[in-house]
């Protein structure tokens, strides 16, 4: 194996490890030229297949990855939620995929994965639902994105994980009514009441919410910035709710200048949290925070087109914003009832021809 001239051409032929290379080097003139270009090759090879450590490329154990590596990048890019979300899931992972290597993980292995979490998951005491599998799968994909960026593996196999169309779409729709409303504020206080208020008068999630700082808010321009899903940055208008809220909540900010001091989201989302709770007293059945999301949707859709709540809810496409909406029996009845008048007189005409006939 070295450079051989064929055809007067040369050439570079390689073995590695068992592998053979060949490759032509048609701009080589002569041998030394070659020579030089077997280095070039051989070194892009070596590094490329078996990493520039001497390893074969994703050899790293996955777990010690990913607690060792991707956890601390991810720490410093999101909120705290956000992370302490991410943890948690990266746990689950790390579990089901203890003692394999990066390049162990396959596109078989992940739609093994995927299977066991939708039917008999170990870490969840039932079946969970497509839409949350998929978290997991996200979340996957990206501590092998993150190493493929470092060149620690070659492929991210996640991408080439498919899902049957519409079946990561939540089908929940539970929207809080007015009664529910008037029932459950009074029993809301502090920051629990204030999310609330936001929630809703804002469409903000729950993490967007308790990662609101001093400087996100503009008093003049009546506007809050916020941290959206994924991590871009989003523009709210604020109502007058929205805005005496906020100014409650920036005369008393953290040290790190947050306005929301229990940053957790148990109060908001446990089921021992405040906001459940009150739920529970205000004899409020199957109420999540989230579904104050769902709620701002309806109620802005009232007194709106469909392009503008899509944009402010933040979202890309009127389809997904779509699966928020949700049409309300009253709201319904007096559309029906709107035909009520046309079809009395469309009675009075059939009447008067008839008599004409």
Request: with cysteine; glycine share 6%.
């Amino acid at each position: 194996m070295g450079v051989y001239k064929r055809n007067d051409k040369w050439e570079v032929r390689l073995q590695i490890r068992g592998r053979k290379y060949y490759r032509q080097v048609p701009e080589a003139s002569n041998k030394a030229q070659a020579k030089l270009a077997e280095a070039t090759i051989r070194r892009e090879i070596y590094e490329a297949r078996y990493g520039k450590e001497g390893e074969g490329v994703g050899a790293h154990d996955f777990a010690d990855f990913a607690h060792r590596l991707y956890l601390p990048h991810k720490k410093d890019i999101v909120s705290p939620l956000t992370y302490a979300h991410d943890f948690n899931k990266v746990n689950v992972l790390c579990g089901y995929f203890k003692g394999k290597c990066l390049r162990d993980l396959s596109q078989i292995t992940i739609e093994a994965f995927r299977r066991q979490l939708l039917t008999k998951p170990s870490h969840f005491s039932r079946p969970i639902k497509p839409a949350t599998a998929k978290q997991y799968i996200n979340t996957l994909s990206q501590v092998l994105e993150f190493a493929v960026e470092n060149d620690m593996l070659r492929l991210n196999p996640c991408k080439k994980i498919k899902w049957a169309r519409g079946s990561t779409i939540s089908r929940r729709n539970r929207v809080m009514t007015a009664n529910e409303e008037q029932r459950l504020m009074p029993l809301l206080e502090g920051e629990t009441r204030a999310a609330v208020l936001l929630a809703l008068n804002t469409g903000m999630r729950k993490v967007s919410i308790l990662g609101l700082r001093t400087y996100d808010v503009d008093f003049m321009a009546r506007t809050a910035t916020f941290t959206k899903k994924g991590g871009s940055r989003q523009v709210a208008p604020l109502n007058q709710t929205a805005l005496a809220v906020l100014r409650e909540l920036t005369n008393h900010p953290t040290r790190e200048g947050f306005l929301f001091h229990n940053r957790r989201g148990h109060n908001l989302s446990s089921s021992n949290g405040f906001f459940r709770k009150a739920a529970r007293a205000a004899d409020i059945t199957d109420l999540h925070f989230h579904d104050l999301r769902h709620t701002f949707a309806t109620r802005l859709r009232l007194h709106a087109d469909a392009f503008t709540v899509r944009d402010l809810m933040g979202h890309t496409k009127v389809d997904t914003t779509d699966i928020y909406v949700t049409a309300q029996v009253d709201e319904m009845r007096r559309a029906v009832e709107r035909l009520a008048p046309q079809a009395q007189a469309v009675e009075v005409k059939l009447e008067v021809s008839e008599l004409v006939h």
